[in-house]
């Protein structure tokens, strides 16, 4: 018999360990019929957990490009006759509402991230990253084989002692615009100086700022007053505000024929379903216009906030639709979450890795789905849950 480590009991093993330091995942099925609701267990909650920032993800328009769909597939690759003129179309939609010159698809926006980071980096490169950053950025350096060092959450000085250390290497700063677990912006002006000063270019990832933030909801970019040269590479997805799935890459001509040539994780895989990109196209056109939907949005968001503080409960700063309550322990997570659905609201417990040792919390997440009556529901549930102790 060989002394080999048998994969079975040693997986076993880490899963027992998991479980008990309860940092063990489970899926749940959980229906989503109506906008700002979700079912689980045959229960209808509050949804605050989803990324459906303006509350697209049901709209009949978007419903009936699906319906209108005459292929479910497209077939093959962009690159071996899967490109289709509705991919151009939104591209060029994207592009246009973004101010770049070019956009590209991607299936997701974790391989937009890993494979435009692999395509832009050698070994020899540097990249730079907000310690907070998505897995998906960090990911996207340790895959090129780029030179890793995070700098000091939301800190455009300790980027910049970053930079200067390391002044011979070609570097990319990379930042989220919106952190997806902290709901916090990055500094990106004060970013854009330090790359522009140091010669590195700087990526935002606007997972969470497009749809939501700045003028016709172009991101945090845009409401920071930032340009295509200030922002060389930009990254937003399709799958949260705008309520569809994949990613778009947005930069120069130069940029994007680099990803078309380099980006594997757009090379090697099928084009987007053309269906969804004729539901994506939609749902630009009606992100751009939904002003309404992001006052609503910035009402939610008050009140929740201001009714919070009067409980005493104190909600990480933020100004955008993620408002995590920090509750440091995945036991103590868990406990607040379970009582909240008990309470007909469901907030997800988020817990290490995806977070720092010590900071699980719940992510509240608002949608303009969501009415101010809802708000006002998840607030006694709060106060219910506070009178506990626990
Ligand atoms: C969700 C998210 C991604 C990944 O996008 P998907 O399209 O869901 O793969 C990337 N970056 C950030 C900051 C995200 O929150």
């Not at 956009?103 to 730079?128: E, I, K, N, P, W």
């Not at 919106?178 to 990526?203: C, K, N, Q, T, Y």
């Not at 990832?205 to 922002?231: F, I, M």
């Not at 949260?240 to 799935?245: E, I, V």
Request: glycine letters at 8%; a negative charge.
């Amino acid at each position: 018999m060989s002394a080999r480590p048998d994969f079975a009991e040693t997986l076993a093993h880490a899963r027992a360990q998991r479980i008990e330091a309860m940092l063990a995942r489970r899926l749940i099925a959980a229906g989503r019929e109506r906008p700002g609701r979700i079912r689980i267990d045959g229960r209808e909650l509050i949804d605050f957990g989803s990324n459906d920032y303006l509350g697209l993800a049901q709209h009949p328009r978007l419903l009936a490009s699906l319906h209108r769909a005459s292929q479910a597939g497209a077939r093959a690759s962009h690159l071996l006759g899967g490109h289709q003129p509705v991919h151009e179309a939104l591209e060029s939609a994207l592009a246009d509402w973004l101010g770049y010159p070019r956009a590209l698809l991607f299936s997701t926006g974790y391989m937009a991230a890993t494979g435009t980071l692999q395509a832009l980096l050698g070994r020899h490169d540097l990249c730079v990253q907000d310690r907070l950053n998505h897995a998906c950025l960090l990911d996207g350096a340790r895959l090129a084989g780029a030179r890793l060092e995070r700098y000091q959450h939301a800190d455009a000085t300790s980027a910049a002692d970053v930079l200067a250390a390391h002044p011979q290497r070609r570097a990319l700063v990379v930042t989220d615009s919106v952190f997806s677990m902290d709901g916090d912006v990055a500094p990106l002006a004060e970013l854009a100086a330090v790359a522009r000063r140091e010669r590195a270019w700087l990526i935002v990832d606007e997972a969470h700022g497009l749809g939501v933030l700045g003028p016709e909801g172009r991101g945090a970019c845009a409401a920071a007053g930032l340009s295509a040269e200030d922002v060389p590479v930009w990254m937003g997805t399709l799958g949260k505000a705008l309520g569809c799935f994949g990613a778009v890459i947005a930069g120069s001509d130069l940029v994007i024929d680099t990803l078309i040539d380099r980006a594997r994780s757009f090379v090697y895989t099928t084009a987007m379903p053309p269906a969804l990109a004729e539901a994506a196209l939609e749902a630009v056109a009606l992100a751009r216009a939904a002003d309404a939907e992001r006052t609503h949005l910035v009402a939610l968001i008050a009140r929740l906030r201001s009714g919070a503080a009067a409980l005493g409960l104190e909600l990480l700063p933020s100004a955008t639709p993620i408002q995590p309550l920090l509750l440091g322990s995945p036991e103590r997570a868990l406990t607040w979450a379970e009582a909240l659905r008990a309470a007909a609201c469901y907030c997800p417990a988020v817990r290490p890795p995806t977070v720092p040792a010590g900071s699980a919390r719940l992510r509240i997440s608002l949608s303009a789905a969501h009415s101010l009556d809802d708000v006002d529901r998840l607030l006694e549930a709060l106060e219910t849950q506070l009178a506990t102790g626990h």
